[in-house]
Structures are given as C-alpha cells and as structure tokens.
C-alpha cells in the first residue's frame, strides 16, 4: 500500500468488478413474479482472494450488483491484510478527518477502505489500538467506533485481537 497496489477495498466499483467473476442466477423470496423468472442475483467471486459476495434481495440486477460490490468491499477490507503505508495515513483517510474527528458512515462506499487501512495499521501493531490510533491521527475511542459502527468489522477487530493474545473489546 505504501506506494505498491492499492487495499482491494480501495478499487473503485468498475475495477473491482475487472478482477471479479460475475454469476446470475435466480433466487426464491419476495419480489413477486419478476424476480423469480429473472436471474437477478448477483454472486461476485474476487479472483486474487478467493472472497465472494452476493445480493438478491434487489428485483434489479443492477441493484443487486452494486450491493454485492458493497457487500464484497466490506469482505476484503475485514479479510485482506497489507502492510500499512509508510508515510502516514492514506488521503482517503485524512479526507475523512473532520474538525479532529474521523467521519464516515457505515454504508459508505468510503468506509470498506476506512476499515482496511486501519485494520492493516492495527495488525502491523499487535492490534494494540493506542498506538495505531495516534499513527492515523485520531484517538484510540475514535479508532474503536469506527469498528463499532458494523457488527462483522467489530467481531473481525475482536477476533484479532484474541488471536494476538489481548482481551477482547467492550
């Protein structure tokens, strides 16, 4: 990431989709007619890694596509590890400090590549949140929220930091 590839959670929807296989097929539940006798689920398979996500819950394929990339963004940043950045936080993330404080939502597109970088700075620490947390220039609470805000980014962060010998957070 320092100066190399970017986090896969990083890529833009379009280059993302050039390194996924895409499958449609049909799936059951609500929509009613159209969806059932249309193949709009969307399975994304990411070639390098191996990870997939899905979508169906959409009636329209393109729907189901970009949650599926959503969905799949969220999945390599939480499964992807790089090595941190040598020269301090990415801009992505210093875009994303506002008045001191790291603002971002969790359903945005924004926020897969948030978790990447600090997941990335937190595994090359030990996974000890202080210090990661004053190396992309926030605070170690600003740090944890950040994780916080999704119940699968906030397991991922605990479940590291039990295999790293640390207690989990509360």
């Known amino acids: 990431m320092s100066g190399s590839s970017p986090h896969p959670a990083a890529l833009s929807a379009a280059d993302l989709l050039r390194e996924c296989d895409e499958t449609r097929t ?34 329209s394929q393109a729907e189901n596509r970009r949650v599926a990339v959503a969905r799949l963004r969220l999945a390599l940043a939480l499964g992807v ?3 941190p950045r040598t020269d301090g936080p990415s801009p992505l993330w210093r875009s994303r400090i506002r008045g001191g404080r790291l603002a971002v939502a969790a359903d945005h597109d924004d ?3 948030i978790v990447a970088e600090a997941l990335d700075r937190l595994a ?12 992309l220039g926030v605070t170690a609470t600003q740090l944890v929220n950040l ?20 207690r989990p957070l509360s």
Request: proline share 8%; no cysteine.
């Open 26 to 59: 049909r799936r059951g539940g609500p929509g009613g007619q159209h969806r059932n006798k249309v193949e709009t689920a969307v399975v994304l398979r990411h070639r390098p890694t191996g990870l997939e996500s899905e979508a169906s819950e959409r009636r």
């Open 81 to 83: 590890r790089m090595p």
């Open 111 to 113: 926020y897969p590549a």
């Open 124 to 135: 090359a620490g030990g996974v000890v949140v202080a210090p990661a947390a004053t190396q």
């Open 147 to 166: 994780f916080r805000k999704t119940p699968v980014a906030w397991t991922t962060l605990n479940r590291m930091r039990t295999q790293a010998g640390l």
